[in-house]
């Protein structure tokens, strides 16, 4: 099956700069992408998300970029902050399946050092 | 209201017993989710309610079963579980019609369960 990867489980970074966490995806099929931030004990919430027609969609000191190419996508977050502190989950539509379904990437752990 | 409640937050059960995961959300979505997610990895689809309806089922073991009763309920009965199967057990729920808007799926604080 296809799966949805990461090129760092963990990530250290100081307060106030900015964390780049990185998704390589093997489906270049996938048409739509979504980032969710799970802090220790709780659900995943949702961040930000991305259609493939898309190259750069931005939030609120979130900014995704997609490089459907080389199959890649990355969550910028600037500023950051400790509240920040989580660990963080990309995942793409399986259009190719059901509908519904989200195929999840493994993780990346970020800390935030004051 | 955009929140998807779970009950109990935290339930031990040993490997005889019954037990039933809640879950509620008023936000008039149509698709409710099931998921389990262990320790440091991603979470683990098991089931998808679509219009009330069971319309995924990831080739869960029959001591899982889950019950749709309204548009606003999800249930996960329990039934001799074995102990690998202590997880957090997070529910999720998504609009009905599919389109762009309905693939964002809101999540609740999750159950922990451990099973003894």
């Known amino acids: 099956g296809e799966s949805v990867g990461l090129h760092l489980p963990t990530l250290s970074v100081q307060e106030g700069d900015n964390s780049i966490i990185n998704c390589a995806y093997s489906n270049s099929a996938s048409d739509y992408f979504i980032w969710y931030k799970q802090e220790s004990g709780k659900g995943p919430q949702f961040i930000i998300d991305?259609?493939?027609n898309m190259d750069k969609r931005q939030g609120q000191r979130v900014t995704v970029l997609l490089n459907k190419t080389v199959k890649h996508l990355s969550l910028q977050i600037a500023a950051t902050q400790p509240g920040d502190s989580a660990v963080y989950f990309c995942a793409e539509r399986d259009s190719a399946g059901n509908n519904r379904k989200l195929i999840w990437g493994l993780g990346t752990s970020l800390a935030v050092n004051p | 209201d955009t929140e998807v409640t779970q009950t109990p937050k935290h339930l031990v059960m040993g490997m005889t017993n019954k037990k039933s995961l809640k879950c509620e959300q008023h936000m008039g979505h149509r698709a409710m989710y099931w998921y389990k997610q262990k320790a440091k990895k991603p979470p683990e689809l098991m089931f998808v309610y679509s219009y009330e309806k069971l319309s995924i089922n990831e080739s869960v073991p029959s001591r899982f079963s889950p019950e749709c009763p309204n548009s606003s309920l999800l249930n996960l009965h329990l039934h001799a579980l074995q102990p690998e199967d202590s997880a957090l057990y997070l529910c999720a729920s998504s609009q009905g019609q599919m389109s762009y808007f309905s693939y964002e799926q809101y999540f609740g604080p999750g159950t922990r369960l451990t099973v003894t």
């Open positions: 991305i259609r493939s």
